[in-house]
């Protein structure tokens, strides 16, 4: 038996275990001080009415015999396919229920996307960015290529002839760094990948946190994406479905390779190695894309969104640089007087009970920034901005 040695090149602490043991050492150390949590990337409200109810209605269904359910069709019922169709379609994609493929969540398909492509390719990875993209490729032994997001190009880099690449993941709105994309910046990746016949591995995690005009919610608004282009999306952050599990992936039937279709690959690989999502969770996803849960779930988001404009705001007033909170539920920052984002995590831990996320933690380019999360009730984030002036004014 041999393991997969590739394994061993993943670092050895996963930086939120790292954050928590911090945490909980301040916790032991000051037991009467206030911990006030915007660190991790979850959400805090409870799921919409309108969720909850569908999800009661297909407990009772699964109880009576007669609508009894066993399993689904792997790709997701086409119920809830079709709201998602409907949803696309609010804000000008057109995708058909076909090329819609229901999972638990982005993160397994961000992972299990990987079984289409041969180990011999060579990825193109955003740096800083969400750390599951470099993890799985590192975990097959792919080759890696960063490009660097920093201040100068406002965290959204762009192409360069000079870089060759297979596989390109983009992640807009940002996890971490809140920026995201125009339509306009996305048509050139779109053109670039298409020059090189490289597929876009696009994560759209965060497309409902999107307000801006002209910001992409979907990579599918440029012509052409479709030829070039998988998406990923998730009920998580939009609905608050991350302890429920629920996501959805977009694999067109016009993306091919060498007459090989990516879409009818991937149904293959989740017809072999999945077998659908839970009938409940996907009624419960049905009603949040359903006209009334679609109302309530803006509530949700824009209590987040007015958390962001409270941070922003503070930030801004302090004259600390920042970006995102405009599109997105993450406000990253330059560390005031930091160079080392860890190191700032334990100054303003111990100064003030802030939990933050070091930037890098998110990749080489991160370090010396610092990531603030709108995830988090009102009073926390009016009282760490409170206290986060107090310090740094
Ligand atoms: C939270 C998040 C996801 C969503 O993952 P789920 O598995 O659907 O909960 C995907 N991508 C990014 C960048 C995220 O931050």
Same mark, same amino acid.
């Given at each position: 038996?041999?393991?997969?040695?590739?394994?061993?090149?993943?670092?050895?602490?996963?930086?939120?275990?790292?954050?928590?043991?911090?945490?909980?050492?301040?916790?032991?150390?000051?037991?009467?001080?206030?911990?006030?949590?915007?660190?991790?990337? =979850?959400?805090?409200?409870?799921?919409?009415?309108?969720?909850?109810?569908?999800? $009661?209605?297909?407990?009772?269904?699964?109880?009576?015999?007669?609508?009894?359910?066993?399993?689904?069709?792997?790709?997701?019922?086409?119920?809830?396919?079709? $709201?998602?169709? /409907?949803?696309?379609?609010?804000?000008?994609?057109?995708?058909?229920?076909?090329?819609?493929?229901?999972?638990?969540?982005?993160?397994?398909?961000?992972? /299990?996307?990987?079984?289409?492509? =041969?180990? =011999?390719?060579?990825?193109?990875?955003?740096?800083?960015?969400?750390?599951?993209?470099?993890?799985? /490729?590192?975990?097959?032994?792919?080759?890696?290529?960063?490009?660097?997001?920093?201040?100068?190009?406002?965290?959204?880099?762009?192409?360069?002839?000079?870089?060759?690449?297979?596989?390109?993941?983009?992640?807009?709105p940002?996890?971490?760094?809140g920026?995201a994309?125009?339509?306009?910046?996305?048509?050139?990746?779109?053109?670039?990948?298409?020059?090189?016949?490289?597929?876009?591995?696009?994560? *759209?995690?965060y497309?409902?946190f999107?307000?801006?005009?002209?910001? *992409?919610?979907?990579?599918?608004?440029?012509?052409?994406?479709?030829?070039?282009?998988?998406?990923?999306?998730?009920?998580?952050?939009?609905?608050?479905?991350?302890?429920?599990?629920? %996501?959805?992936?977009?694999?067109?039937?016009?993306?091919?390779?060498?007459?090989?279709?990516?879409? /009818?690959?991937?149904? $293959?690989?989740?017809?072999?190695?999945?077998?659908?999502?839970?009938?409940?969770?996907?009624?419960?996803?049905?009603?949040?894309?359903?006209?009334?849960?679609?109302?309530?779930?803006?509530?949700?988001?824009?209590?987040?969104?007015?958390?962001?404009?409270?941070?922003?705001?503070?930030?801004?007033?302090?004259?600390?640089?920042?970006?995102g %909170?405009?599109n997105s539920p993450y406000?990253?920052?330059?560390?005031?007087?930091?160079? =080392?984002?860890?190191?700032?995590?334990?100054?303003?831990?111990?100064?003030?009970?802030?939990?933050?996320?070091?930037?890098?933690?998110?990749?080489?380019?991160?370090?010396?920034?610092? $990531?603030?999360?709108?995830?988090?009730?009102?009073?926390?984030?009016?009282?760490?901005?409170?206290?986060? *002036?107090?310090?740094?004014?």
């Amino acid at each position: 038996m041999k393991i997969n040695e590739n394994y061993t090149l993943l670092q050895e602490n996963y930086l939120f275990s790292e954050i928590a043991r911090k945490v909980k050492s301040f916790s032991e150390k000051y037991p009467d001080r206030e911990v006030l949590k915007m660190g991790i990337g =979850d959400v805090t409200l409870p799921l919409a009415p309108a969720v909850i109810e569908a999800m $009661r209605s297909a407990v009772e269904e699964m109880g009576k015999a007669e609508t009894f359910r066993g399993y689904g069709p792997e790709q997701g019922y086409m119920f809830l396919r079709e $709201r998602i169709c /409907n949803y696309y379609r609010s804000f000008g994609v057109y995708v058909d229920a076909d090329e819609i493929f229901v999972s638990d969540g982005a993160k397994s398909d961000l992972g /299990n996307i990987l079984d289409l492509f =041969d180990k =011999d390719n060579t990825v193109l990875i955003p740096d800083p960015v969400y750390p599951v993209y470099a993890d799985t /490729n590192k975990m097959a032994g792919r080759k890696i290529i960063y490009i660097a997001a920093t201040q100068s190009n406002g965290f959204l880099p762009m192409p360069s002839e000079k870089t060759d690449a297979d596989i390109i993941y983009l992640c807009s709105p940002n996890n971490p760094t809140g920026a995201a994309y125009s339509t306009e910046q996305l048509k050139e990746w779109v053109r670039y990948a298409r020059e090189r016949d490289a597929v876009i591995l696009y994560d *759209a995690a965060y497309e409902s946190f999107v307000e801006e005009k002209g910001i *992409a919610r979907s990579i599918y608004l440029v012509e052409g994406a479709k030829e070039c282009a998988i998406e990923f999306c998730s009920f998580s952050k939009t609905a608050g479905f991350t302890g429920l599990r629920c %996501g959805y992936t977009v694999v067109p039937f016009a993306l091919k390779r060498k007459g090989v279709s990516l879409r /009818n690959m991937w149904l $293959r690989r989740q017809t072999t190695k999945f077998n659908g999502v839970s009938y409940i969770v996907q009624r419960g996803a049905e009603a949040a894309f359903s006209d009334e849960g679609l109302k309530q779930i803006a509530k949700n988001l824009l209590v987040y969104r007015k958390n962001a404009k409270i941070i922003c705001e503070a930030l801004r007033k302090l004259g600390i640089w920042y970006t995102g %909170g405009e599109n997105s539920p993450y406000v990253w920052l330059k560390c005031p007087n930091f160079s =080392d984002s860890f190191l700032f995590f334990d100054e303003l831990l111990e100064k003030t009970g802030v939990v933050g996320t070091p930037g890098g933690g998110f990749g080489q380019n991160g370090e010396g920034f610092f $990531r603030l999360t709108a995830f988090a009730d009102r009073k926390t984030v009016q009282k760490a901005m409170e206290k986060f *002036a107090k310090v740094f004014s």
